[in-house]
């Protein structure tokens, strides 16, 4: 009896250093997240008005069991009107709330209740669109633009863009041969003027690895993915076996595109000279509507070279994996943006893998990463049919959508080595307003205005609503800040001499520049206090035009306080680009002296 009773403490005592032992070797738990860093951060997008969040909605956990009648009774108390958010409600106890004016200050007095689990803000939930191309996951400059989230807006369905390159595998044309992942892919006729016929077919294999880019078809259980896999491509052909090929037939390529219902044009091709043929093409395809995107260059200097240095174009600069400048990638003050372009100097998984043909035979077909300046502009082209697809009207919304979109480096808005930062689509296409102005600008207008009455002395201060409702100073006020933006609206469909009044006046004064001088970058002199203080002149002896040249200056010292407040913009011509924010406030100044001469009571 004693030996089974010492057995059983022997075996009781094996199990728990067995117990012990087991506990000893089991793996760590990770750790969960911090609830309380992610709670601060949600409080944050909340007074931020982020889209992730559903704007005055809450949602409230009740304890299991809790009835309607309990939390109907103190929905007075707490001010908002709950109900259940479905016909699970009753045994979930999960409530919706909305029309919530103070979302942080009920959810306060919520969260003290001893029935409540949980209660916090309705947060927005969006897919993420994951094709099924078996080697979407080498793609990593898709995913370093944020196309899963873009792709669940629009995928460019409809919008031409045109590829003025080597030609496109996308036809069985006699020797040549589609590549299997473009079937499926729409085309429109394009033209070969290296040829001079209709079958724009590639023989090199570089145009057909910049339009697969743009739009290899997607989610087709084949080979990889493509941008805007929904737009429909224009092949060009302006380049030889050789890759080469002359002005004149990319200056008549670019107004074929143009005149043919592009609405992009991608020139993934340069050299250093400049022709003024060339120019007045891209000029021509901007002026007609047309956004037009080329490659900043190979050279890896300090220059850009054309034709994306030309007035007009969209200037692409390349990076690497690693999100920093690829060494081969040409910068300088024409670059307006980067994007991936590869950097293989760790293996060929650092370019850009596309389909393409076999340069040896054009109806072999490969998959092949390819590095440069060529693959990261047809990102950026893409992503400029996607906005079109969301509705933008011209290459100004483009471009401005582009460029507030673009992840900047470091504390500058803009720089010689990223331009306007690195592109990402999906934070374009939320930046892309539809035509609707900023408001800040005019607010921060109004702010001054009421700076500037407040340093008058009484006798020498105009009537506020005198002021505030005088069309001659309120009208110019309103131009130089937000512009007549609703012009865009009411004559959508106004082209030639009217259509560039419709431009020009939808913009603010200061932003006329984009119209005169057609870049990314600005010009400073717009940006400034020059044309309030040239138009202040007159007005010394002119009294009756005081109250415009007033509003004028209000204006321009408003646009210029939020533009130096929002992190300045990329001016032109500065020998460094720190000097932009004191450029800025240096000319705010100057603007507020102005207006405040021109409002100030002489009569006094």
Request: aromatic share 10%; hydrophobic share 45%; net charge negative.
């Amino acid at each position: 009896m004693r030996m089974r009773r010492w057995n059983v403490v022997l075996a009781a005592l094996a199990l728990s250093a067995s117990a012990c032992a087991s506990a000893s070797r089991e793996p760590e738990v990770p750790a969960g997240p911090d609830v309380a860093a992610a709670q601060a951060e949600l409080a944050e997008a909340v007074a931020a008005g982020s889209e992730d969040v559903v704007s005055g909605a809450i949602v409230v956990d009740f304890k299991d069991g809790t009835t309607q009648a309990e939390f109907d009774a103190w929905e007075a108390q707490w001010g908002l009107d709950l109900e259940f958010n479905s016909q699970e409600g009753p045994q979930t106890g999960v409530t919706l709330a909305v029309g919530v004016d103070d979302v942080e200050d009920v959810l306060e007095r919520i969260r003290q209740h001893p029935a409540v689990e949980s209660a916090e803000p309705l947060l927005q939930v969006r897919s993420s669109y994951t094709p099924n191309d078996p080697q979407y996951e080498a793609q990593w400059n898709l995913r370093m633009i944020d196309m899963p989230h873009a792709w669940d807006g629009n995928r460019g369905k409809g919008v031409v863009v045109a590829v003025i390159d080597t030609g496109i595998a996308y036809e069985d044309h006699g020797d040549f041969k589609q590549v299997p992942d473009l079937k499926g892919v729409s085309f429109v006729k394009g033209y070969d003027f290296v040829n001079d016929d209709e079958h724009a077919n590639d023989d090199h294999g570089h145009g057909t690895h910049v339009a697969g880019t743009i739009a290899q078809a997607t989610n087709n259980g084949v080979g990889v993915a493509g941008v805007a896999f929904d737009a429909t491509l224009m092949p060009i052909k302006v380049l030889n076996h050789f890759g080469s090929g002359t002005s004149a037939d990319i200056a008549d390529a670019i107004r074929f595109a143009a005149d043919h219902d592009a609405k992009v044009i991608n020139m993934s091709l340069g050299g250093g000279m400049y022709s003024q043929v060339m120019a007045s093409a891209v000029e021509y395809a901007r002026k007609k509507g047309v956004t037009v995107v080329a490659a900043a260059g190979n050279t890896g200097r300090g220059k850009v070279e054309f034709p994306a240095a030309y007035p007009g174009a969209v200037a692409v600069g390349a990076v690497g994996p690693d999100g920093t400048r690829s060494p081969y990638s040409s910068y300088g003050k024409e670059l307006d943006i980067a994007a991936p372009g590869g950097d293989k100097r760790q293996g060929d998984s650092g370019g850009i893998l596309q389909n393409t043909i076999d340069p040896r035979d054009p109806s072999r077909s490969i998959y092949a990463w390819y590095q440069g300046t060529s693959m990261a502009a047809p990102h950026v082209a893409a992503v400029a049919a996607m906005l079109y697809g969301a509705g933008a009207k011209g290459p100004d919304e483009v471009e401005q959508a582009l460029y507030a979109g673009a992840k900047a480096q470091g504390d500058q808005a803009w720089s010689e080595q990223y331009g306007h930062g690195v592109l990402n689509a999906n934070a374009s296409l939320q930046a892309f307003t539809g035509g609707t102005p900023h408001w800040q600008p005019l607010a921060w207008g109004a702010a001054l205005l009421a700076l500037v009455l407040l340093t008058l002395r009484g006798r020498e201060r105009p009537g506020f609503l005198n002021v505030l409702f005088r069309p001659a100073f309120l009208v110019p006020l309103v131009l130089s800040t937000v512009g007549f933006f609703f012009l865009r609206t009411w004559f959508t469909g106004a082209s030639g001499a009217a259509g560039d009044v419709v431009n020009v006046a939808s913009l603010p004064i200061p932003d006329w520049q984009r119209i005169i001088f057609g870049r990314g970058t600005v010009n400073p002199l717009f940006y400034s206090a020059l044309i309030p203080l040239v138009l202040s002149l007159p007005a010394i002896t002119w009294r009756g035009f005081r109250p415009a040249v007033g509003g004028l200056a209000l204006g321009f010292a408003g646009f210029l306080a939020y533009a130096a407040w929002a992190g300045a913009p990329a001016l032109a011509w500065m020998p460094f680009t720190f000097l932009a924010k004191p450029w800025l406030g240096f000319n705010t100044v100057v603007c507020l002296v102005i207006a405040r001469a021109m409002l100030k009571r002489e009569d006094a």
